[in-house]
Every structure is written in structure tokens, then in C-alpha cells.
């Protein structure tokens, strides 16, 4: 089991804004904050992720991240609030096929190039 993840952005306080409404639709809350990393938990499980400024100005290489939803509404509110935000659609509401045949996702790019996923399977 993972019990926490962490997500390199270029200022992860500057971020937490963001992700605070992009990840609330999938029941996920600011839990802490210090100067250069932000954590944000699940209210179901526990599990975190963690916004982290990388070190010494290092740049930020992005990377893809999937969090379950709990419904198909809940993959779209998180779309939603991913373009509301500031960030940018990677891919609209709906089935994939190709991921499984009741696969749904909607992604969307954080503002450093990073590419967030909300699924069911």
C-alpha cells in the first residue's frame, strides 16, 4: 500500500491553491503546510500527497498521477475545478476504452506541465 506520494511543482505554496480545488472533488483537503511542501489528504483513507518545491531552483520534470473518484460527478466537478483554477484539459470527461471497458477519466494539466488524472475503473 502507498501511504503518501509526493509531487514536485515549481513553489508548492504558491500551488496549494490549486490543487486545493482541484482535489476537493475527490475528497482531498490541505492538511499541512510549510515553506516548500504542502500536504493534502484523503478524508476517506488517510493516504496524502504532497506538493514539494524541488531543491536549489532544480527544474520541475513533469509526471502523471491518478486519483480514484468515487463517481462519474465527481471525475467531471474535478475537471471543472481543474480549468476553474488555471489549469489546462488533457482530455474531457469520459470513457477509455482502451485503459478497460468501464474505464472513465478526465485529466488535466497542473500549471507546471504535470498531468493529473481523476478514474474509476
Not at 480545488?21 to 515553506?35: I, Q, S, V
Not at 471543472?80 to 489546462?88: I, P, S, V, Y
Request: aromatic letters at 10%.
Amino acid at each position: 500500500m502507498i501511504d503518501h506520494v509526493g509531487l514536485f511543482v515549481k513553489d508548492a505554496n504558491e500551488r496549494a491553491d490549486f490543487y486545493e480545488k482541484l482535489l476537493a472533488p475527490l475528497g482531498y483537503a490541505k492538511k499541512h503546510e510549510f515553506p516548500g511542501a504542502v500536504c493534502f489528504e484523503s478524508a476517506e483513507d488517510g493516504d496524502s500527497v504532497w506538493l514539494e518545491s524541488p531543491k536549489d531552483g532544480a527544474p520541475v520534470v513533469p509526471t502523471h498521477l491518478a486519483f480514484r473518484a468515487a463517481d462519474q460527478d465527481a471525475v467531471k466537478a474535478f475537471h471543472a475545478a481543474g480549468l476553474e483554477a488555471g489549469g489546462t484539459d488533457n482530455g474531457q470527461p469520459g470513457p477509455r476504452p482502451n485503459y478497460g471497458p468501464t474505464y472513465y477519466a478526465a485529466f488535466i494539466h497542473d500549471p507546471d506541465g504535470n498531468n493529473i488524472e481523476a478514474c474509476l475503473q
